[in-house]
């Protein structure tokens, strides 16, 4: 079966960096999405991988390996505005996107 | 602003009152899509339409029902809902299906069932 493993919750400190991690098993690969969804709205686009390697935007990056099925969203210099879930979707064979359950962030002052 | 809008953003029914939820875009995007997200999961697939050919994904309800009139409009009627049904519904679009483009979402409905 597919499947998307993410952490539950983090609590990160403001001001402070902290890493998400993404591992995933699918049939096939076309690329990594990260969505930000702050409670009770809609997901909203941060980043897409495909090759390996580190995409920087901003204070957030994204981390792709597709030999370890593994990813990491990277953020730094947090606010109390990015206190948010983080959601990982990874595009299979067929083009289908296969989400996780999403990672709670919870930033403290 | 280019834009997925959802209608209403809350909604409530009661158990076996039929319901449809309306989503336009005006992005042009030939993909639209339907999900059902409940509190601390992954959004769920239902349906999406590529163009005007509808995609039911194998595990959604025979009560839960999609039409697209057009390109900018997508409806999701739910026959009979029943108390599991009460959700968050989003409505997403993209640009093509078998490509990398991220898929923009709708504010949602979130849906209450009395």
């Known amino acids: 079966g597919q499947n998307i493993d993410q952490p539950t919750e983090m609590t990160a400190t403001e001001g402070a960096i902290v890493q998400i991690n993404c591992t995933y098993q699918?049939?096939?690969?076309?690329?990594l999405f990260w969505y930000q969804q702050h409670a009770g709205e809609a997901p909203t686009f941060l980043s897409y991988n495909v090759l390996d390697g580190l995409e920087e935007k901003g204070r957030f990056s994204s981390f792709l390996s597709r030999s370890k099925g593994y990813s990491y969203l990277l953020l730094k210099e947090l606010q109390m505005k990015d206190s948010a879930s983080y959601l990982c979707?990874?595009?299979?064979?067929?083009?289908?996107?296969?989400w996780g359950a999403g990672t709670k962030l919870i930033i403290k002052p | 602003d280019a834009m997925v809008i959802q209608n209403p953003r809350y909604q409530v029914t009661q158990f076996g009152k039929p319901v449809t939820l309306s989503c336009s875009q005006t992005?042009?995007?030939?993909?639209m899509y339907w999900y059902q997200q409940k509190s601390s999961q992954a959004p769920k697939l239902l349906f999406h339409?590529?163009?005007?050919?509808?995609?039911n994904e194998a595990d959604t309800p025979d009560n839960f029902q999609s039409r697209r009139p057009n390109t900018s409009f997508c409806f999701l009627d739910i026959r009979s809902p029943g108390l599991g049904d009460a959700a968050m519904y989003l409505c997403?679009?993209?640009?093509?299906?078998?490509?990398?483009?991220?898929?923009?979402f709708g504010d949602g409905t979130r849906l209450s069932i009395l």
């Open positions: 992005l042009n995007h030939n993909v």
């Open positions: 979707a990874v595009l299979d064979s067929n083009y289908q996107l296969i």
């Open positions: 339409y590529y163009d005007k050919d509808f995609n």
């Open positions: 997403a679009t993209s640009r093509g299906g078998d490509s990398n483009q991220p898929q923009h």
């Open positions: 699918t049939s096939g690969f076309n690329g």
